[in-house]
């Protein structure tokens, strides 16, 4: 036990080692597999080019954004002495890692596409043991690279700012050690942002365009070989959906342990572990959360055709999660000790507590995560309900198809905001049930604790984009029926999942955002924000209105990119003859090009109003106003997130029900009829909702957060005497000096 009480901050990086070998191995796994004959092989290399081009010109762009960003940071540390040059490096280190891990993903996205496509020639088994596999390489690929980083660049800077110079791992050394850290969340939103967004207009454009010429004026099937932009849409699929998402929320994952460890810098505690171990506790959660991840996965199977896909893959997910939230019981106990805890924000001159002020004990703190992951599964389950096929929802816009387009539009806005109620009383009530039971720490270490299954909620929606993809490579090389017909049944789960995907990533960006305005709040030195003054009420409505004008400008992106696609898909029809006829093949490289331009042209002004917003404010207006603004943003990003992605979801299974028939009105639709056509429509209207505009909001609350909270120190009414920062524990009992971590009495 004493090993584990001197060396626990060092077997952090541990676990996400222990994550990026088993990636490794499924890894290996996957590319041993089955890629089947020469079209299916060819037409994968074109997807896998494809996306490798775009990533290669996306990150040409960011690594001048990085650069620049980087010295901007450099200098920035050196104007306050609670923080340092060294957050350019901790910034650059982040930018890397997000990348990377999307990297990662996007890699064996697009080789397991093909193996998917061949496995399915043999039984829907194998076909999701693939498909799965490739969707847990992307999980643990992105929460092993986040718990390495963080953990380590922790360990860097505890050592070289505290421990070293003996300091108080309550006071402004350890506030120094943080903020240089946080650098690295800014750097993994702000790819994340860019990879999204950009990814988003990239799968999108291409989706609308092959959708509309393909198969509404050609009227040939979707991902159909002659049809020009169906290589650049199945592109899309991979760059948006895993090496987006992938980014998404490998900056999610960070930005709430980064949350977390700030506010418990806050808490002194008489523990075995220096004083750090409500700092070291969301670490140590997510480290466990991505080893019981990897069992979890383990329990995705089926073994008949006729067995549900989606039951197998809610198995594998209330596993990790109930294992987790079991050894997180015992983890609470053993870490924290029999203490009251309370913020030392909430301390008077003398020691005394403000009045009104809440005080808590580790039991409170168990609660707070257990609230998390069930906030976490109630997300998922209600979003599964909007979107999924054969529920209410989808039934609603299906039996609205038959009326017309108009009547499918107005039922999938209806149920994007009708689908809006129940996840916001959800948050609502996991906020106010973690911060009774612990204060602002616990709504904090609630999103840990949501966020701590990470690896498996990314394998789910990671397979999604997989199969998708393997039907598009099935309908291209002209495969028997069969093995369409399962890759079919993969991908409307893949549907569902990655609707739920994004429900319970805007769901942990509600809460990480919440932590990440309570620890600005306090680095800012802010008492409170009065929305009586008229300055913060403005400030309030502008962040209100944010969420608003990025969608604007994402769902515009996507309309511009598509009109340029659908052009040069009527050109390609209109002047190559015989592709209609298989007799030539169709120039996939200029849609590509199309969409890659686009998407990188296109996503750099939603990209500087998430960034360049709370600087302008922060500094004109001051913190109190920015607070106001991180309110607004928040609260109407959550809302503009939910709202888009399951009207999306809902309008895309809408359309998918067709291909087995419906019954409206005791009569029997399929694909090509009357209401079929108008459930495409409503689909195409929902592409940029669901994969561009939606997705994007949890990283726009979480990107404006960050920000605000790595200028916080800026924004001090004293940045040399930070009443806060410079405040000394009043009893000197209290007061925990840094030390190499060894077991103490409590």
């Not at 010109?57 to 901007?72: D, H, N, P, R, T």
């Not at 808590?360 to 609660?367: A, D, I």
């Amino acid at each position: 036990m004493d090993f584990l009480y001197t060396n626990l901050i060092y077997l952090i990086p541990v676990f996400g080692l222990i994550g990026i070998l088993v990636m490794a191995v499924k890894s290996a796994w996957v590319t041993k597999q089955d890629a089947g004959d020469g079209d299916m092989t060819t037409l994968a290399g074109y997807i896998a080019d494809g996306a490798m081009a775009f990533l290669r010109a996306e990150w040409k762009i960011l690594s001048y954004f990085v650069i620049i960003a980087g010295i901007l940071l450099a200098y920035s540390g050196t104007t306050v002495h609670t923080s340092s040059p060294i957050i350019a490096v901790s910034f650059i280190i982040g930018a890397f890692l997000s990348a990377f891990a999307g990297f990662l993903g996007m890699r064996i996205a697009t080789k397991a596409n093909v193996r998917t496509t061949q496995a399915a020639r043999t039984s829907l088994a194998q076909a999701l043991k693939v498909s799965f596999t490739g969707g847990t390489v992307m999980g643990l690929g992105v929460a092993g690279l986040a718990i390495i980083g963080l953990g380590s660049l922790f360990i860097v800077f505890y050592t070289h700012y505290v421990t070293n110079l003996h300091g108080n791992v309550n006071g402004e050394d350890m506030a120094r050690a943080l903020d240089v850290l946080a650098g690295f969340s800014l750097g993994a939103e702000s790819i994340a942002l860019f990879a999204r967004v950009g990814g988003g207009i990239y799968t999108k454009a291409a989706d609308v365009g092959a959708d509309l010429v393909g198969k509404v004026e050609a009227g040939i099937p979707e991902d159909d070989v002659r049809n020009p932009a169906t290589i650049a849409d199945n592109v899309g699929d991979n760059v948006g959906d895993v090496a987006g998402m992938g980014a998404d929320l490998f900056g999610s994952y960070v930005a709430t342990m980064l949350a977390t460890m700030v506010l418990g810098r806050e808490i002194v505690s008489h523990d075995n572990f220096g004083g750090i171990a409500p700092v070291l506790l969301p670490m140590v959660i997510a480290g466990l959360g991505l080893i019981f991840s990897i069992v979890g996965a383990a329990f995705v199977r089926i073994k008949n055709e006729t067995d549900s896909v989606q039951k197998a893959l809610n198995i594998g997910n209330w596993a990790s999660i109930i294992l987790t939230a079991i050894a997180t019981i015992f983890l609470v106990n053993w870490m924290l000790p029999n203490d009251t805890f309370h913020m030392l924000r909430d301390e008077l001159p003398g020691g005394a507590l403000k009045e009104g002020s809440l005080e808590f004990t580790k039991t409170g703190v168990t609660y707070s995560i257990m609230v998390g992951l069930v906030v976490g599964t109630l997300m998922s389950m209600i979003t599964e309900y909007y979107t999924a096929m054969g529920k209410r929802p989808v039934l609603g816009i299906i039996r609205q198809s038959s009326t017309g387009h108009a009547t499918n539009i107005i039922a999938g806005l209806a149920v994007g905001m009708e689908s809006t109620v129940l996840p916001i009383l959800v948050l609502a009530a996991g906020i106010y049930g973690s911060y009774h039971f612990a204060g602002l720490y616990g709504v904090a270490i609630a999103a840990a604790g949501m966020m701590s299954t990470t690896a498996m909620q990314l394998a789910i929606d990671a397979f999604g984009p997989i199969a998708d993809n393997a039907g598009g490579i099935a309908e291209m090389s002209m495969l028997p029926e069969e093995v369409r017909h399962r890759t079919d049944n993969l991908d409307a789960v893949g549907n569902t999942t990655a609707a739920t995907g994004k429900g319970f990533a805007i769901a942990s960006a509600a809460l990480t955002s919440l932590a990440l305005f309570a620890a600005f709040v306090g680095v800012a030195g802010i008492e409170d924000i009065d929305i009586y003054k008229a300055d913060v009420l403005a400030g309030l409505f502008v962040g209100g209105m944010i969420p608003f004008i990025f969608s604007a400008l994402c769902i515009s992106a996507v309309g511009r990119a598509a009109m340029a696609m659908v052009e040069e898909v009527r050109r390609q029809f209109r002047e190559i003859p015989g592709i209609m006829e298989y007799k030539a093949k169709p120039e996939y490289e200029k849609c590509v090009a199309i969409s890659t331009k686009a998407s990188i042209r296109e996503m750099v002004a939603p990209g500087l109003i998430a960034l360049i917003t709370p600087i302008i404010v922060g500094f004109i207006f001051g913190p109190e106003v920015l607070g106001g603004l991180l309110a607004g943003v928040t609260v109407s990003g959550v809302l503009m997130g939910i709202f888009q992605s399951n009207a999306g979801g809902a309008w895309d299974n809408a359309k998918k029900s067709f291909e087995k028939g419906v019954e409206i009105n005791g009569e029997m639709y399929y694909k090509k009829s009357e209401p079929h056509k108008a459930s495409v429509t409503g689909d195409t209207v929902g592409d940029p909702f669901k994969d561009t505009s939606g997705p994007s909001m949890n990283i726009l609350i979480k990107l404006m957060s960050i920000v605000s909270l790595v200028i916080a120190p800026h924004l001090h009414k004293d940045l040399n005497h930070s009443p806060r920062l410079q405040k000394e524990i009043h009893i000197q009992s209290m007061v925990m000096p840094a030390k190499p971590i060894v077991k103490s009495k409590v």
